[in-house]
C-alpha cells in the first residue's frame, strides 16, 4: 500500500499520512468489509481516492496561498497610497475576521506554519484548517477591496 501511496504522491511523509488514513477508514468499515468479494481490491482503490484527493488538496492549497500572497504583497494603483495605509487596512481587515480564522491566518503567515503543524497543534483537521483558511482569505479581499473603493 505504501509503495503505491508514494508513486501517486511522491512524497514519504503524505505517502504514510495516506496510508495511515486508509486504515482509519477502513476501520470504520470494517463490518463491510467480510461482505466483500474483494477486500484488498477496495483497499486498494481506497488508498487511490485518497492519495487523489490528497493532491487535489495541495493543488487547491497553493492556488490559496497565492491568493494569500496577493492580498498582502499587490501595490495598489494609486502612487500615493503608501506601505503604511496598506499595512494598517491589512491588519484592520485580519482583526475583523472570527477569531478562529485569525488565528489560523496568523499560524500560517505570521508564526509560518504548514496546515499540517497547524492541524496538530489545534486539533482541527486539516481539510478543516484549508476551509476556514479559504473563506479567511475570501473575507480578506472582501474587506481590503471595500476600503479600496472608498
Not at 74 to 86: F, G, I, L, T
Request: aromatic share 6%; with cysteine.
Amino acid at each position: 500500500m505504501r509503495r503505491m501511496a508514494e508513486k501517486i504522491l511522491c512524497d514519504d511523509d503524505l505517502a504514510n499520512d495516506a496510508v495511515q488514513e486508509t486504515f482509519v477508514r477502513l476501520w470504520r468499515k470494517r463490518w463491510r468489509l467480510g461482505l466483500m468479494k474483494d477486500p484488498q481490491g477496495f483497499s486498494m482503490k481506497t488508498l487511490r481516492n485518497l492519495c487523489i484527493d490528497m493532491l487535489r488538496r495541495d493543488k487547491n492549497r497553493q492556488k490559496n496561498t497565492g491568493e494569500a500572497a496577493e492580498i498582502y504583497n499587490n501595490p495598489y494603483d494609486d502612487e500615493s497610497y503608501d506601505a503604511e495605509q496598506r499595512y494598517r487596512q491589512v491588519e484592520q481587515a485580519v482583526a475583523s475576521l472570527p477569531t478562529q480564522q485569525r488565528q489560523l491566518i496568523e499560524m500560517k503567515y505570521v508564526k509560518q506554519m504548514t496546515v499540517h503543524e497547524i492541524s496538530k497543534q489545534t486539533g482541527l483537521s486539516e481539510t478543516n484548517i484549508t476551509t476556514m483558511l479559504s473563506r479567511g482569505y475570501a473575507a480578506l479581499r472582501s474587506e481590503i477591496s471595500k476600503h479600496q473603493s472608498v
